[in-house]
């Protein structure tokens, strides 16, 4: 609450500049909050020694708390008047989904903007992550960072440094010096500071959150086009690689096996949506189609949510590749949602592996190996678990839509997706030129509960409704 109430503070400047009706309610709002946690951290500094239990539930009911008072703001100025969109559009930011209630976001004024495209910077790399360089050196914090990370880290055994706080601190010293290397880029390009800040937060952090209604189509720019895409890309990638790039280690590079797949995922679908644009004339030249195809499956792919264009007036095929990305994500350890590269990797490598023994070689022994380690059976059990468990929360959740909304399937599982994978647009009444508004408050509450498992990967998540949980 004190790291929320305090990062208010750029908002507030923001609103002061502009001259805008926010900052009062900006200011009251950073106060309540901060006011409110500073009690808490003087009388309870001392309980830090926290179990695995108490991780998960500071993971799963901290995120939903930050979401309700970052919701202050809007209901106090009146520019989202109801608390259920607002908390929708605070639990969207910071769980990097992008999906949004704004019929008109430039309406909104330039503090409350800020601070919408701010929650994308704090969720990106998971908020309380920030929280935990704030806490004295011990298991609390390593218990939370445990609750709130990606299962795709337990698989590749990704560790920064031995001391839990020096990586939190590492990590956000590179992911926000990935910020200020796109916002630099943008403004060379003649974009505006105040829109520069805003996209360079949705585009790191893969998130979506745009200043402009038309998103990333309001700059009509090749420029602006592909540094997003760039940057989108670097988002995506596990963060472990920028680490040890930055020490000079570059052959992590060549052994990571799921970066490689990353980059065999993006060339695929980039080059097939290219090329069906291409062939049915979609745009005037092979550039262009190049251009828009690469910017809307990077986009879809690391579960950012920008777009350039109106792909439901793309062709079918298209649009059924794009459909297909939503279920892949980027890397583990990286700012994005969704399934994870490396699930897709071990579950292929186990498959093949499976009907070579059985079909070709039956005396031979399976192994499946990622970054040339072997992978143990249990990791490829967590693997094909989070795949399926994935794939019935769609199927679940795409069934409550229909019926709370009485909505189209296509629009109904469409929402799951882009909500459960933290996507944002989807297909259907919520698709790219469109909103989530019209969902009624049942709806929006459930899409909000689909965010936070997509953003804290599932399980941490699901826990929770297991009596054993509550259990001593």
Known sequence: MLVTGSSMLLPIACAYIYGGDDLLPLSISAL???????????????????????????????WILISALSALPFVIHGAIPSFTDAFFEMMSGYTTTGATILEDIEALPHGLLFWRSQTHLLGGMGFLTLTIIFLPHGMGGLRIFRAESSPGQVITRDRFLPRNKDAMVWLWVIYLALNAAQTGLLCLGGMELFDALCTAFGTVSTSGYSPRNASIAYYDSAYVDWITILFMFL??????????????????????????????????????????????????????????????????????????????????????????????????????????VVHYAIIFKYMYGAVKKMFLQPMSMMSVRINGRPVDASIIDLAVCYFIV???????????????????????????????????????????????????????????????????????????????????
Do not use: H
């Open 32 to 62: 309540i909050i901060a006011g409110a946690g500073l009690p808490l951290r003087f009388f309870f500094r001392k309980y830090d020694d926290l179990d695995i239990r108490d991780g998960i539930f500071i993971a799963v009911f901290g």
């Open 235 to 340: 988002g995506g990638m596990t963060f472990v690689l920028f680490y040890q790039m930055a020490r000079g280690n570059f052959s992590g590079i060549r052994t990571n096996t799921e970066f490689r797949w990353y980059v065999s995922f993006l060339l695929f679908f980039c080059g097939a949506v290219t090329l069906i644009l291409w062939y049915n004339g979609s745009y005037g030249d092979f550039e262009q189609s190049l251009r828009f195809a690469t910017f809307q499956v990077m986009s879809l792919l690391t579960t950012t949510g920008f777009t350039t264009a109106d792909y439901e007036l793309w062709p079918q095929s298209a649009q059924m590749f794009l459909f297909t990305v939503c279920f892949v994500g980027a890397c583990a350890g990286s700012t994005t949602s969704g399934i994870k």
């Open 390 to 472: 994935n794939i019935l929360l769609v199927l679940a959740g795409g069934c409550f839509m229909v019926l709370s909304d009485d909505m189209d399937y296509l629009t109904a599982m469409s929402s799951i997706i882009a909500t459960l994978m933290n996507i944002g647009p989807g297909f259907g009444d919520v698709g790219p030129s469109e909103t989530y508004a019209f969902i009624s408050d049942i709806g929006k509450w459930f899409l909000s509960l689909n965010m936070l498992i997509g953003r804290l990967e599932m399980f941490s998540a699901l826990v929770i409704f297991f009596p054993a949980f509550w259990k001593k």
